[in-house]
């Protein structure tokens, strides 16, 4: 069996794989961190960091932990989960040199550069505390093009990614402001396409494909054009780049989740986005919207999935 929980963070990814044998569990895979705190909404709200989750449901052992990119509500969580949990192998689209991990930024900048600075600063900190424990730490995107890999008898992954001259220009900005050769003005421009640098994972348990493609847009996305799946994470927690009807016909998905907060000032989950998701999937948001053509719309941590002998089931908890 496998349980698949999108969880609650509020505005941001994470994403709790576990592969159950009886009661035996057989293998942790979390995908993304959330942000470093998970925002005050105004109303009753069931959210909550990864960290917490992750105790609330006894998990002490996360077999891999994947980071899509670098954003703050993807990797935010990511030194409290690496301080609290045994972590035995980490996958990322960017890995400084060793002799930067200790360096932290700081200043005061207006939006998508302070977001990076406070996720480089969280990120350099928890692969520290990483490669202290031994842990192998394995750079992703653009060098080794798709890796495959199986988990277990019954789950494997494959992680895409795009091209290697992102990744290229990715290192040199983040290289270059983490060792002063740079100013942190230049992460302004990183922010501008940063989404497009994720690593898009793909999930298979015997037979049945989950799609976990970070913040990448659909026009970067139809570059390698993906085949179908049964659950889909929307890109980019629905905003309107995340997916078009040419990307949805390929994908097909029969089950499509949103990670998003209530409480956002725009659009997002996009009515569009929704509306197309629509004519193919039953579609869920992590967080509690008032919105038209979502399932299991109430109070919940998670939205969460079980995968038995061909079966998938949908529920929140």
Same mark, same amino acid.
């Given at each position: 069996?496998?349980?698949?929980?999108?969880?609650?963070?509020?505005?941001?990814?994470?994403?709790?794989?576990?592969?159950?044998?009886?009661?035996?569990?057989?293998?942790?895979?979390?995908?993304?961190?959330?942000?470093?705190?998970?925002?005050?909404?105004?109303?009753?709200?069931?959210?909550?960091?990864?960290?917490?989750?992750?105790?609330?449901?006894?998990?002490?052992?996360?077999?891999?932990?994947?980071?899509?990119?670098?954003?703050?509500?993807?990797?935010?969580?990511?030194f409290?989960? &690496? %301080?609290?949990?045994? =972590?035995?192998?980490?996958?990322?689209?960017?890995?400084?040199?060793?002799? !930067? +991990?200790? *360096?932290?930024?700081?200043?005061?900048?207006?939006?998508?550069?302070?977001?990076?600075?406070?996720?480089?600063?969280?990120?350099?900190?928890?692969?520290?505390?990483?490669?202290?424990?031994?842990?192998?730490?394995?750079?992703?995107?653009?060098?080794?093009?798709?890796?495959?890999?199986?988990?277990?008898?019954?789950?494997?992954?494959?992680?895409?990614?795009?091209?290697?001259?992102?990744?290229?220009?990715?290192?040199?900005?983040?290289?270059?402001?983490?060792?002063?050769?740079?100013?942190?003005?230049?992460?302004?421009?990183?922010?501008?396409?940063?989404?497009?640098?994720?690593?898009?994972?793909?999930l298979?348990?015997?037979?049945?494909?989950?799609?976990?493609?970070?913040d990448?847009?659909?026009?970067?996305?139809?570059?390698?054009?993906?085949?179908? &799946? %049964?659950?889909?994470? =929307?890109?980019?927690?629905?905003?309107?780049?995340?997916?078009?009807?040419? !990307? +949805?016909? *390929?994908?097909?998905?029969?089950?499509?989740?949103i990670?998003?907060?209530?409480?956002?000032?725009?659009?997002?989950?996009?009515?569009?986005?929704?509306?197309?998701?629509?004519?193919?999937?039953?579609?869920?948001?992590?967080?509690?919207?008032?919105?038209?053509?979502?399932?299991?719309?109430?109070?919940?941590?998670?939205?969460?999935?079980?995968l038995?002998?061909?079966?998938?089931a949908?529920?929140?908890?």
């Amino acid at each position: 069996m496998l349980l698949v929980d999108f969880i609650n963070v509020g505005y941001g990814d994470a994403i709790l794989a576990r592969e159950y044998e009886g009661a035996r569990l057989l293998f942790t895979l979390l995908v993304d961190t959330g942000d470093c705190n998970t925002g005050c909404p105004p109303g009753p709200s069931a959210r909550i960091s990864a960290a917490a989750f992750l105790k609330r449901e006894g998990v002490t052992r996360i077999d891999l932990l994947v980071l899509s990119h670098l954003h703050l509500d993807h990797a935010g969580g990511m030194f409290t989960i &690496c %301080d609290e949990i045994e =972590v035995r192998e980490f996958w990322t689209n960017c890995l400084p040199g060793k002799h !930067l +991990l200790d *360096r932290r930024l700081s200043g005061r900048y207006d939006g998508g550069i302070n977001n990076l600075i406070c996720s480089l600063n969280i990120y350099t900190k928890a692969l520290r505390s990483l490669d202290r424990k031994g842990v192998p730490l394995r750079p992703l995107g653009g060098k080794t093009g798709e890796l495959s890999r199986s988990l277990t008898g019954k789950l494997g992954v494959s992680c895409f990614h795009a091209e290697a001259g992102l990744y290229r220009e990715q290192d040199a900005i983040i290289s270059g402001v983490l060792g002063g050769t740079m100013d942190p003005d230049a992460l302004g421009p990183l922010d501008a396409w940063i989404n497009d640098t994720s690593l898009r994972i793909v999930l298979n348990y015997e037979g049945q494909v989950i799609m976990l493609p970070g913040d990448v847009s659909a026009a970067c996305w139809k570059r390698s054009p993906p085949g179908p &799946c %049964d659950i889909l994470k =929307v890109p980019h927690h629905g905003h309107r780049d995340a997916l078009d009807d040419e !990307l +949805l016909e *390929r994908l097909k998905p029969a089950y499509g989740v949103i990670s998003v907060s209530n409480d956002r000032p725009d659009p997002c989950p996009s009515p569009a986005i929704v509306g197309m998701l629509k004519k193919y999937a039953e579609c869920f948001t992590t967080d509690a919207l008032n919105m038209a053509g979502l399932s299991l719309p109430g109070l919940h941590a998670s939205v969460r999935f079980t995968l038995e002998d061909g079966n998938c089931a949908a529920s929140v908890c």
